[in-house]
């Protein structure tokens, strides 16, 4: 691509941060979106109020958004699941409601969702064509996270949906949940610890943006996990390795966690068994295909 202007939406979350040093390292020059833009690329959006700089896609050859209300930062009242699906449908709406007006519109279009597209999904092998298993939340979350992408389609973009897994990384997510105990000589797991836990590790996530992004012939709905799910006791004793801290694993029984987090104790009890089989036969390399060697990264003393 000789254009290389991106706009980025959500550009200042746990995978957004990294998302935009890894780009800009590769020669694309990057805008942000952002509620508060106080440096040069940056510029004003408010999704939820309709409002965006229409500037930020001049001349703008691709698009990555990312935007969307934090899924576990805070408990699933009816008020707060309003506030999670229309972060992240109206920013997809605003965006393509400026890009019907321009001259020339981006040339691909890259959305996030979520693998709590399938629900939970127990011992089942999840391919991105499998319906999901129930009619949970967070179904209809992602259900509703994904269908402006064939608005932009429609106007000849290409467009390509990743289903993200559980991103590993210190600064954030289920990650640093785990870490906070440990550190106190407990490594929790949670239920039983036999959910299937589908990780990727963040740079991964961005590795594969990046590559959907340079490489034309990818299209459509890719599952973003790491070839081998490991069950959710396993991801805690393997944390507690890396991190040479001494810790005792011991369950956080299911019915405490529903009863502390409520309907959102999903995030973490359900079971997804989630499949990379595409991304794989479509030319993906994983620079952290196992569990191991992820968290060792993680933890090593030049990420300290």
Request: charged content about 20%; some cysteine.
């Amino acid at each position: 691509m000789s254009n290389k202007t991106i706009l980025l939406a959500g550009g200042t979350g746990l995978i957004g941060s990294r998302l935009e040093s890894m780009l800009s390292a590769k020669g694309w020059k990057v805008r942000t979106l952002t509620r508060n833009p106080h440096k040069e690329d940056q510029y004003f959006w408010d999704p939820v109020a309709g409002k965006m700089d229409a500037n930020a896609l001049t001349g703008v050859s691709a698009i990555i958004n990312l935007a969307g209300a934090g899924i576990a930062d805070g408990r699933w009242t009816s008020a707060r699941k309003k506030e999670l699906i229309e972060s992240r449908v109206k920013a997809a709406e605003v965006l393509f409601e400026q890009i019907q007006y321009l001259p020339e519109p981006p040339k691909v279009y890259l959305s996030a969702s979520a693998i709590g597209y399938y629900g939970n999904s127990g011992e089942q092998w999840m391919l991105e064509d499998s319906e999901p298993v129930d009619q949970s939340f967070m179904v209809d979350c992602c259900r509703q996270w994904e269908l402006p992408v064939a608005k932009f389609q429609q106007l000849g973009i290409r467009t390509v949906r990743f289903r993200i897994g559980v991103v590993l990384a210190k600064e954030g997510g289920a990650l640093k949940e785990i870490i906070l105990p440990i550190k106190f000589g407990i490594g929790a797991y949670f239920g039983d610890g036999q959910a299937w836990w589908s990780w990727i590790h963040r740079d991964d996530v961005c590795n594969a943006f990046i590559w959907a992004l340079e490489n034309p012939a990818v299209e459509g709905a890719y599952n973003l996990v790491a070839p081998e799910p490991v069950r959710g006791k396993t991801l805690v004793q393997q944390t507690i390795k890396a991190m040479h801290r001494p810790a005792i694993s011991l369950p956080a029984p299911s019915l405490a966690l529903k009863l502390i987090f409520g309907e959102m104790s999903a995030v973490i009890l359900y079971s997804n068994r989630v499949s990379a089989e595409k991304l794989l036969k479509a030319g993906f390399t994983f620079q952290y295909p196992t569990l191991e060697p992820a968290l060792l990264d993680i933890f090593a003393p030049h990420n300290t």
